[in-house]
């Protein structure tokens, strides 16, 4: 019988066939996961170099923004004389032009912009010139293709949008973009072409101080001129009576509607409550929902209390709880932007307003080491037979007797014949009025200094402040509303006489006092009585927030702020837009010609005017000192710094690359980080009073 042939052979080319098909496909998963490998190791690698790009960038541009608040501080100081005054240095400028920050260019168009980095920097003396290299950031595109749009260089909308109508952030044709300040090992510097051999600016030999490892550009604007929109504007209905907002007394009584938003338009009170209501939502308690917010008498009357509290720093948002919220802060320029939006206010408010602002509350005027203003609430102290008697005597050296005040001066143990001068830090209410009023003789200052606590307190009894010198002893009078005024021997008020018999909203209201039997203090044009506004203050917060540099040349901040306020105590009505509008132009071509040194200018400022109601009378023309006085000021520069910082190199075939015309525009970008840097610095200390720095994600 035949056997079967035999099978095995076969079925070991078949188990042979398998294994290598196993083999193979453990070589394939072998070769995907050695792909993979490589794979996210180059990715790891692409993004550990962006990462440290992105790194390099953003110390780069911290590092620029100390390069520019250093160039601000080194103008303050190159600009002034300095003095050492109660163990801080002290810079007194030289010129009446160095109170404010030079500016390199003059555009009309862009008046928040006061300066950019921009090659051949003609900036005048003591300005510091920015560095810049002639490589423009927008024009300029860079060998990578990288560049800022004039829209990305405005996307914080402080200069003028080319279009009214729409949106878009293209600012008007006159601004011209940042060019490029080139940084190398060595610091910045200003580079005029690429160099060669070992001293290239694209030679990486580590001997190399010139080799540039980035750039960055930068725009400056006057912030400080803006208005704070934490603080500034009040709802609709306005808080009751009318002459609430018309005595100002704080940047919150700024009438946002004088801010025009087209050629005809202006902003709106709809977009104002819901800003307020926003801002204010647990202090105001408003009616509705964000953002169809509506505004009670009950509502208008708790926001007039708030912004009316003397000492309250508007830079610290309110604490009250209502319906599980509470007030709220613009942080950042973004959140401002991102809310007027939400709210559809037009975009072109927002080059009026700002959210940063800080003032050091001292005075600048002569050279008395003074730390703080003197409060105006303090008036409420001198009252007959006071409560506080010893806090009266420090703070205006008066002492009760039986019917009369006797003035011993705050560390006097008898009647004084002379107002001491003042010796430290601090000085009294009668030491002021002389100091600041060069030193007249004392029958004038007690007169004055009684004729301001019968304007503030509500009583119809002439203050008497008996004085040494007789005998019989000497006496100085008040000046009160009655005609046949108690005591007896008072003087009576003269024709046309305004006694306000209520506290003073803000030291403007001082030009209502009499320093003689009849003639008021000046508050209309520059005089020797001036200096009294830089003394005194109604809200005593340090550092405050919500104040105005008075050398704005924003003319829609100024008008904004006059806007309302009311040319006399028995007006029913404000200053109106058209009139606070031509006001604002006349005081910026008189702050352009020469800046305002401190608030005592104001009055200086309030001869600038000519129309009607600044014409009619002192008390009109005073209305100038009442709207301003108390919230502005000059020794604070407040600037929004908004710096581009780009990472890269100049590759080795830079000079002949894309830019063959200008080689430095051949840069390769590799990271680049924004930055807006708000910050505020005592131009009298050189001290920086607060700062934030703002991401910019864009």
């Not at 505004?295 to 599980?324: P, W």
């Not at 320029?333 to 007027?340: G, K, N, P, S, V």
């Amino acid at each position: 019988m035949n056997r079967p042939p035999n099978h095995r052979p076969h079925l070991l080319h078949r188990q042979d066939g398998i294994a290598l098909v196993i083999v193979l496909g453990f070589v394939v998963l072998l070769c995907l996961l050695v792909v993979a490998f490589f794979s996210r190791t180059t990715t790891d690698r692409q993004l550990a170099g962006a990462s440290f790009n992105q790194m390099e960038a953003d110390t780069l541009a911290r590092g620029a923004l100390n390069i520019i608040v250093a160039d601000f501080k080194q103008e303050i100081a190159s600009g002034s004389t300095s003095s050492i005054v109660a163990g801080v240095t002290r810079y007194t400028p030289t010129l009446a032009a160095n109170v404010v920050p030079q500016r390199n260019g003059t555009q009309a168009t862009t008046p928040n912009l006061i300066r950019r980095s921009v090659s051949s920097d003609s900036i005048s003396p003591p300005g510091v010139g920015s560095r810049a290299s002639a490589v423009n950031s927008t024009t300029d595109v860079s060998a990578n293709g990288r560049f800022i749009s004039l829209a990305r260089w405005n996307s914080h909308y402080l200069i003028q949008k080319s279009n009214l109508t729409n949106d878009a952030s293209d600012p008007v044709a006159s601004f011209v973009a940042p060019d490029w300040v080139l940084l190398s090992r060595n610091g910045s510097s200003v580079q005029v072409n690429l160099g060669s051999g070992v001293t290239a600016l694209n030679n990486r030999a580590v001997t190399n101080a010139n080799y540039v490892i980035g750039r960055y550009a930068f725009a400056v604007y006057d912030e400080g001129g803006l208005l704070d929109i934490n603080v500034a504007g009040f709802p609709s209905p306005a808080p009751a009576p009318a002459s609430i907002p018309g005595r100002k007394g704080t940047i919150a009584f700024a009438d946002l509607t004088a801010l025009p938003t087209t050629a005809s338009g202006f902003v709106t009170n709809t977009a104002i409550n819901r800003i307020v209501a926003w801002r204010n939502y647990a202090t105001v308690q408003p009616s509705g929902t964000f953002p169809g917010f509506t505004f009670t008498a009950t509502a208008s009357s708790n926001f007039a209390a708030y912004f009316l509290d003397t000492a309250r720093n508007f830079g610290v948002v309110g604490t009250t709880v209502s319906g599980g919220r509470t007030d709220q802060a613009f942080i950042t320029r973004a959140q401002l932007i991102q809310l007027r939006s939400d709210i559809a206010a037009s975009v072109n408010m927002l080059q009026y307003v700002a959210t940063f602002s800080r003032e050091t509350n001292r005075p600048t005027w002569g050279p008395a080491p003074l730390t703080s203003r003197f409060p105006l609430a303090k008036l409420g102290q001198v009252v007959p037979n006071p409560g506080n008697a010893a806090a009266v005597k420090v703070d205006f050296g008066l002492v009760w007797n039986s019917d009369h005040w006797e003035y011993w001066g705050s560390s006097g143990t008898a009647e004084q014949s002379a107002i001491p001068a003042i010796t430290g830090a601090s000085a009294d209410f009668f030491q002021l009025l002389s100091y600041g009023r060069s030193n007249p003789p004392i029958a004038e200052t007690l007169t004055l200094g009684a004729s301001l606590i019968d304007q503030y307190d509500t009583d119809d009894t002439t203050t008497v402040i008996e004085y040494a010198g007789g005998p019989p002893p000497s006496r100085a009078y008040g000046m009160e509303s009655l005609a046949g005024p108690t005591p007896s021997p008072a003087p009576s008020p003269p024709p046309g006489a305004v006694i306000l018999n209520r506290p003073f909203r803000n030291v403007g209201e001082f030009g209502y006092a009499y320093k003689t039997t009849t003639t008021t203090l000046d508050f209309k044009s520059n005089n020797a009585d001036a200096p009294l506004l830089d003394l005194f203050t109604y809200n005593t917060a340090t550092p405050r927030s919500g104040i105005v540099n008075l050398n704005t040349r924003s003319n829609s901040v100024l008008a904004a702020i006059i806007k309302g306020a009311v040319p006399t105590e028995a007006s029913s009505s404000g200053i109106t837009n058209a009139q606070a509008t031509s006001a604002a132009a006349s005081i910026i071509s008189a702050t352009t010609a020469l800046p305002a040194m401190g608030r005592q200018d104001v009055a200086r400022l309030g001869s600038a005017p000519t129309i009607t109601p600044f014409t009619s009378n002192e008390e009109s023309r005073e209305s100038i000192a009442r709207a301003l006085g108390e919230v502005g000021q000059t020794r604070t520069w407040g600037l929004l710094i908004d710096i581009i910082a780009q990472s890269g190199r100049y590759p080795p075939n830079a000079g002949s690359g894309p830019n063959v015309a200008n080689p430095l525009a051949n840069f390769v970008v590799e990271g680049e980080k924004r930055y807006w840097l708000h910050i505020a610095i005592d131009r009298f200390t050189g001290e920086v009073i607060d700062q934030q720095l703002e991401a910019v994600y864009e």
